[in-house]
């Protein structure tokens, strides 16, 4: 028998970064009201960058997030590379891909196991899994360690970097850190292996809606870092025209803009990345695709932690190539790039584990003057309304635990990241 | 033998990086999770316990609205531990408590700016006592699981009161300020290892500045070497913004920031 009312109001969804409400009104078998509303204090980054020396913008907005800091800080050196005519080396571009890999193996890892995996094997949290299941938290813990440890030679730690720089690298690992990470990593392939069967075993919720799906693109590569704007709908824009994207606009239920571009709402993140990038994976991570069923155009927002999957396959990999090459062409104690002016505007743009991240800048005399920083979380939150209000119709006539917990896992699929999310951007450059 | 005792994790503005750093800990010391009871964990867990004997909060109070919850937290729990610089110290939200802060929401918010309640971000000791304090930003693992099993012994914590640069002498660091490069190691709280001047940067002073910091003589210090006073005093306010405010509100007068 269908509901004819409902209301749904989870306080504070757990597992995820950040505070968000899921709040659901059903009367008379209507949808009256279906939204998640951004609770986390606003945080006012862009205002507090005004004044600060450039170089001091990718340490501050590391701490944005805890979880993709280095995403943060790449993003916004980026910009301030941009903005003053800085061309890092070929050593740098290929130590911050191999940190960002880092970072998307830490975060992911983190997602699927510690915050998703408990849904589908009906536990709370990761704790009990240690009891249960101890041999799956321990290889979690193993794998999520040496992501840890692939950022900390590079740049001293993960949250939140130190030796990112401004035109380069503070400080270079040695090429016997290089070595041992390299072995480490083709020593974690099992692991990896095993991370792919748990996920062709556990049973995603089925839901379909298509949307719009942008990623950053460039040619030969499974980009992370520049490239250019890409739609699933067609079409690209360089990163500079990223506002004809993201098209931010503020509503009444959220400290956290909303965005649209073609259609009402658009997907950013690791699914967003394999329907725009799927033929650029390693092939070792199309062979984890086609074992866990994903073939682009994935339309199951759900399955998005299965993306991370196989991008958890890919970066292990790309990671082991680019320590042969780092260790192949050999590493040098390069001085940072210096800037070529003190004044100017950039664009940096990076699609850090939950999808693509913009940081704009204005700098003058070496000083910040307009800061704009927009979220993946941020431009996810109007799609993931868009699912809500196609899902909840669909399960009235299941029992109100049952809807909110398929709430709460659509919410987690999105590994979304709420204190990033918050009060970001400004409508204006002063 | 009684129970275990319990803990919660709580947050406030902050990028909840100390409670992942959290996590990274137990990646070293799995034992851990046998000594205590995790009843309260969001960020991790969906399970919600109300019954403990240690909190830990991260992040600031940076809006009236959150007074009430950090003060119920201090009601119910025995010991309230800081976790991190914004706990700790206001840390980076502080820097906005310099600037005009309803200009500030209409430059993120423009129109809608009166929707967003904020006041001057400030460090959880400013609303409630807190009984000890995890400096840094993030926490360092092994300080957390230091401070943590003195917990449980029944000790107060206790924090290095040297500053940093006794640690970076011992790691053989070249000194940046013969480098030509600022830093505020000679007045910061010593206890990370100096990590950041390991890895080339300078001291930043998310720890907190060692008890009666020589302002004066770090003047002199930087004068020795050609360096610009104005520039590295500046780079108090990146996380110390709520102690210098307070330093010149007490009529100290300086340092005063360079922008």
Known sequence: ???????????????????????????????????????????FFEAMLRGRPYGESSHITSRICGICAVGHA?????????????????????????????????????????????????????????????????????????????????????????????????????????????????????????????????????????????????????????????????????????????????VRHSSAKRTHHMRESYMVGALARFNINFDELHPKAKSAAAAIGLKPKVTNPYLNTAAQVVEIVHCSEDAIRLCDVLIKRGLTW???????????????????????????????????????????????????EGDMRALVPTMLDRKPPEITLALEMLVRAYDPCISCSTHMLNVRFE | ????????????????????????????????????????????????????AIAFIEGSCSRPSDEAPIKAIREKAALVVALGACAHLGGINTIRNRHDLGEVRRFVYGDKAEWYDTYPA???????????????????????????????????PELPDHPLCVECKLKENVCLYLRGTTCLGPIVRAGCDAICPTYGDSCEGCRGLVPNPNIEHLKEVLTEHG????????????????QVMEMEAAGHGDPQPAH
């Not at chain 1, 269908?2 to 709040?23: F, M, Q, S, Y």
């Not at chain 1, 664009?347 to 991240?357: E, I, Q």
Request: hydrophobic share 40%.
């Open chain 2, 227 to 242: 360096l610009s006073v104005d520039q590295t005093l500046a780079k108090m306010t990146q996380f110390l913004t709520y």
């Open chain 2, 122 to 156: 400030r460090p959880i000791s400013a609303v409630i006592k807190v009984d000890a304090a995890i400096p840094g930003c993030p926490i360092d693992r092994h300080e957390f699981v230091r401070t943590v099993k003195r917990l449980l012994q029944g000790r107060a």
């Open chain 1, 74 to 250: 790449t993003a916004s050196l980026r910009a301030t590379e941009n903005a003053l005519g800085v061309v890092p080396s070929e050593q740098t571009v290929l130590l911050r891909k191999l940190n960002f890999h880092g970072e998307m193996l830490d975060s992911h890892i983190l997602h699927a196991y510690m915050l998703v995996a408990p849904d589908l094997l009906g536990v709370g949290s990761v704790i009990p899994l240690a009891k249960s299941a101890p041999e799956v938290v321990l290889r979690a813990l193993r794998m999520k360690k040496l992501a840890g440890d692939l950022c900390a030679a590079l740049c001293g730690r993960h949250t939140h970097p130190i030796a990112m720089t401004v035109g380069g690298f503070t400080h270079f690992p040695s090429r016997e850190q290089l070595g041992e990470l390299r072995e480490r990593l083709i020593a974690m392939r099992p692991d990896v292996e095993a991370t792919v069967e748990l996920f062709t075993q556990l049973k995603l919720p089925a839901f379909e809606r298509d949307t719009e799906y942008v990623a950053l693109r460039a040619k030969g590569e499974y980009c992370y870092i520049d490239g250019e704007i890409a739609s699933s709908d067609g079409g690209a824009l360089p990163l500079t025209d990223y506002r004809k994207v993201t098209n931010e606009h503020l």
């Open chain 1, 334 to 384: 390069e001085e940072p790039v210096k800037p070529a002016r003190l004044s100017g505007e950039g664009v940096g743009a990076c699609d850090v584990p939950r999808g693509t991240l913009f940081h704009n800048y204005v700098i003058a005399d070496g000083l910040v003057t307009g800061a704009n920083c927009i979220i993946p979380t941020g431009q996810n939150l109007s799609n993931i």
């Open chain 1, 1 to 43: 028998m269908a509901t004819p009312n409902l209301r749904i109001d989870v306080h504070h969804v757990t597992r995820v970064e950040g505070h968000g409400n899921i709040v659901v009104d059903v009367q008379n078998g209507q949808l009256k009201q279906c939204d998640l509303e951004i609770v986390e204090t606003p945080r």
């Open chain 2, 1 to 52: 033998m009684s129970a275990k005792p319990k803990i919660a994790f709580y947050e406030f503005t902050s990028c909840e990086g100390c409670q992942l750093t959290v996590v990274d800990s137990l990646q070293l010391y799995p034992e851990l999770l046998e000594a205590v009871d995790i009843v309260r964990f969001r960020e991790a867990m969906s399970e919600m316990g109300d019954d403990y």
